[in-house]
């Protein structure tokens, strides 16, 4: 059976790395922003698209040229001086510029944005927080950094690309703490890891389909509603069952649907003896399955990942959430080498975020010793209903870039802003819930050692 | 006997040495305890500062190199193995830093001292 499993990882991480198409995995699309010439980077050109008019256009040094889409990969325009034609090859990432019958290759800029102390700190706090919800939950850490990143001005794509290659070293240390810590079932992770990676191939097909026919605005509005249904249905399920446990005394139940599920024999049936559950093979790969797509689709597939492990399967949720390590890191190693292989990482700001997020992860994973196992389920269900909350804000905004909606500019601002103000918010509410019963765990172990103490000390 | 237990079973051990009436060797479980603790953290001290000096090496090199290292990186193809390596040596590497330094901090996972 070992046998059976590594070699269904090894056959997922193949196919995915030879299919996964490029630009794959969010950032928005892949045309806009600086492109510079192969051969010598400082001949570049810049692509923009009009917001309301959806019209591209190309900016260089001698001027703008209006583009017209002619078919998904492929723009053309006539200039003064001829024809052009643009075309993006999406595996291999360069853009081909055809004109007068000469043709030049063109890569995506990566913009070096200027590293200051403000956001060098910045990126260093957002990775430490982001870390430390990441070890403690499993997921969930990193969904401020690619807007963060954005708003310091890094291209969207090598946003995505730079937190994507932070996330999986950064979910390698989380899984192997927490392995050492007893908490992870490696043979659960590595069968979840090959089936999201899975989900994500076909995560992503269906988020291109979805571009393809609703546009850039009817795609973010179907991730946000998307967001917005798994988030507060999941996360109020978590929540509610959190604060239930709480009540009762904080111990934690199998759930009458795990207990269905653990009992339906079918081949192959396999135990999982760290979890301590014994379940069909055919339950765990839908959970995977549904963890990758998320992942591709929405970027949150630990929201739905740890907490069917939990509810479904009947994993305890400290074993739930360490295991999700093990699939974030499949995940992050094979998106990460597709970025890379793209070459739109910019190392400089991984290894920043990484500083903060090691040193995170480590005290999140350390925390979970502390804690009983249902605060990580406060924690989870917290955050998932106020980033629910942080795209419902959003919804308007894509509503109105399809015209089914009228605000103004500056309403859209306002809306946008608190969307990703919540969104911090939710992220350092969890990190303060974390510390807080770390405190607490630290405190009660402090004084039960000092009660031995003085109870030997007052004998003497 | 002492080599093999966690901090808790020490505690509990030497409550049930001096329950049993056998003060001095519950003191001495207790006092050799705390003065193992006082040198570990030390130890660690050292080491978290080793492996952060090695961990702002790596990174120095890189921000000093920046525009050579940010060429390399993103060629793209078969270059994507430069990142790929480059963050599994630095998280070993700062990841060894962050373990000793929260050693040093006190912040052990539960059971342990």
Redesign the interface.
């Known amino acids: 059976m070992k046998r059976l499993i590594w070699m269904i990882a090894a056959i997922a991480m193949l196919v995915s790395l030879t299919s996964i198409p490029a630009f794959a995995g969010g950032g928005g699309d892949p045309f806009l922003g600086e492109w510079a010439l192969t051969t010598d ?1 400082t001949q570049s050109f810049e692509i923009h698209k009009d917001k309301k008019t959806g019209v591209y256009s190309l900016k260089d040094a001698s001027g703008e040229l209006a583009l017209q889409k002619k078919d998904k990969h492929t723009f053309v325009a006539s200039g003064p001086d001829g024809d052009m034609v643009l075309s993006l090859d999406t595996s ?2 360069t853009l081909t510029v055809e004109k007068n019958g000469t043709a030049l290759a063109y ?1 995506k800029a ?1 913009r ?1 944005i200027n ?1 200051t102390p403000f956001n060098f700190t910045f990126l260093f706090l957002v990775g430490l927080i982001g870390g430390l919800v990441s070890g403690f939950i499993g997921s969930g850490g990193a969904f401020v950094l690619t807007p963060g990143m954005m708003s310091l001005g890094v291209d969207g794509l090598v946003a995505v690309a730079s937190n994507m ?2 996330k ?3 979910a ?2 989380g899984a192997y703490k927490r392995y050492k ?1 007893g908490q992870v079932d490696l043979k659960m992770g590595v069968i979840m890891a090959a089936s999201a990676i899975f989900g994500v191939l076909v995560g992503i097909r269906v988020q291109q389909y979805i571009n393809e026919i609703l546009g850039d605005a009817g795609s973010n509005l179907y991730v946000s509603f998307a967001f917005l249904v798994v988030l507060v249905v999941v996360g109020g399920i978590v929540f509610s069952d959190a604060r239930k446990i709480a009540r009762t005394g904080g111990v934690e139940t199998t759930t009458r649907l795990a207990k269905a599920v653990q009992k339906i024999n079918l081949f192959p049936m396999m135990t999982f003896n760290r979890a301590k559950i014994r379940v069909s093979f055919w339950f765990t790969v839908p959970i995977g399955f549904a963890t990758g797509f998320l992942a591709a689709t929405i970027a949150v597939g630990g929201f739905v990942g740890v907490p069917g492990m939990i509810y479904i399967l009947g994993m305890s949720s400290l074993m739930a959430s360490a295991t999700e390590l093990v699939i974030a890191f499949g995940m992050g ?1 094979v998106g ?2 597709q ?10 700001l ?2 920043i975020i ?2 903060g997020s ?2 995170g992860i ?2 999140g994973a ?1 925390g979970t ?2 804690v009983k196992d249902y605060v990580i389920k406060v924690v989870m269900g917290t955050i998932m209903l106020m980033v629910a909350v942080s795209r419902g804000l959003a919804i308007p905004v894509y509503l109105r870039d399809l015209g089914w909606m009228t605000f103004t500019d500056t309403t859209a601002y306002v809306l946008n802003q608190t969307s990703f103000g919540v969104m911090c918010l939710a992220l350092l509410t969890g990190a303060v819930i974390i510390l807080n019963s770390i405190f607490k ?2 405190l009660a ?1 402090k004084r ?2 000092k009660l ?2 003085a ?3 007052g ?2 | 006997m002492d080599m093999k237990l966690s ?2 079973e020490k ?2 051990a ?2 049930a ?3 049993a009436g056998d ?1 001095k060797t ?2 001495e479980m ?1 006092v050799a305890g705390a003065k193992k603790e006082g040198v570990a953290r030390r130890a660690d001290a050292v080491k978290a500062g080793l492996w952060g000096l090695a ?1 702002a090496c ?2 120095a090199i ?2 000093v190199n ?2 050579l ?3 390399l ?5 078969w ?6 390596a ?3 040596i ?2 070993f590497v ?2 060894s830093f ?2 000793y ?2 050693s040093t901090l006190g ?5 342990k001292k």
């Open positions: 980077k291999s990432g890569r990566i070096i590293l290659c932070h999986f070293p950064k390698m240390v810590y190693l990460s080498i970025w890379g292989m793209l070459g739109l990482i910019d190392i400089r991984t290894l990484l500083t090691i040193l480590q005290l350390l010793t502390y765990g630290m172990e039960a050692a031995a103490e109870a030997v000390h004998n003497v | 901090g808790f505690n509990v030497a409550c040495f001096a329950e003060f519950a003191k207790l961990s790596l990174l890189v921000f920046e525009d290292v940010t060429d990186y993103t060629r793209g193809k270059f994507a193995a430069l990142p790929i480059s963050v599994f630095f998280t700062h990841g962050a373990n330094f929260l912040l052990k996972p539960k059971g």
